[in-house]
């Protein structure tokens, strides 16, 4: 990995890299974000984590300092983001729809970038063009949608910059290079230990072992945020003969239950730690962390249901 001279310095833990203070953002009668209150620790991979439609990329264009909300505020290290070049200079935003403009090629983006970021590294980015396996002196508009990614993605990579937003960045890559790109991901937190990276993704199983922390958004609002650890610690999947796991989760809110050839599995949510030493003390059935994507589903559709009884 190569080293970036004025690498951002890790500030103190649970510091807040960018803050979401009460943002609301509307087009026409369609409510994007809604009182979206959030903040982003520094010196973390960070997963920005919804469906599609859920208000991420509104989110990310309100953080880039594209569009204004209408109502409240966000902050990049305590200044506002929108007009205020000095915040945007801490910031790489690489989107999910490359615009390479007038530049022919890798080395014309390459010397633009160095001009954006003061702390760009020319030959940590060309390293990356080999990892991905680019070619340096094609013309970029004839590179096919994968191409463009991963070139958008050496930028970030190489950038240095004090917050890195990769949106949706397997669109057009194959699983070979989305593995890659982790893995360079990784490797640059630690090489990088200032720098803050955020992943918007509804990819959930896929981002899930670069992160040290999630974000989970829906309609607009927070469904929960916290490293991964925190998000789970809450719950269960506990499968085993019926009688058994019946016995055993009585009294525990069922989020999702499945019986296949006499064996049933139920992902339950804990009321206590308590509870799950009990669960996982019995020898009668089988405990497991119940997977970050899943987590997801389930707390949607109980968002969903909770709109839904709200309205009715």
Partial sequence: MMQTNGNPQPRAEGEAMLRVNGV?????????????TLAIPSGKIVGLLGRNGAGKSTLLRIAGGMLRPNAGEVLLE???VYDRTRALGK????????????????????????????NWSEAYARELVGRFELPMNKRMKTFSRGMQTGLMLCVGLASGAEL???????????????????????????????????????????VTRALDYAVLIDAGRLLCAGTLAELRSGYLSVSGAPEAVRELTEGLTVLKEEETAGSLVRHVKLADGAGQARIEGDPR???????????????TEEEEAERHAANA
């Avoid at 609301?24 to 979206?36: C, E, I, V, Y």
């Avoid at 910031?91 to 003061?118: E, Q, R, S, W």
């Fill in 78 to 80: 305590g200044e506002t």
């Fill in 164 to 206: 890195t937003v990769f949106d949706e960045p397997s669109l057009g890559l194959d699983a070979v290079l989305r593995e890659r790109f982790y893995d360079l991901l990784l490797s640059d937190r630690q090489a990088h230990p200032g720098r803050t990276y955020l992943v918007s993704t509804h990819l959930i199983d896929e």
């Fill in 24 to 36: 609301s953002r509307r087009f026409r009668a369609t409510k994007a974000l809604n009182d979206l």
């Fill in 285 to 299: 059935v089988r405990t497991a962390p119940i997977s970050l994507q899943r987590l997801f589903v389930f707390l």
């Fill in 91 to 118: 910031l790489c935003m690489i989107g999910d729809t490359p615009d390479f403009g007038h530049l022919n090629k890798i080395g014309d983006l390459f010397y633009v970038c160095a001009g954006l970021f003061p």
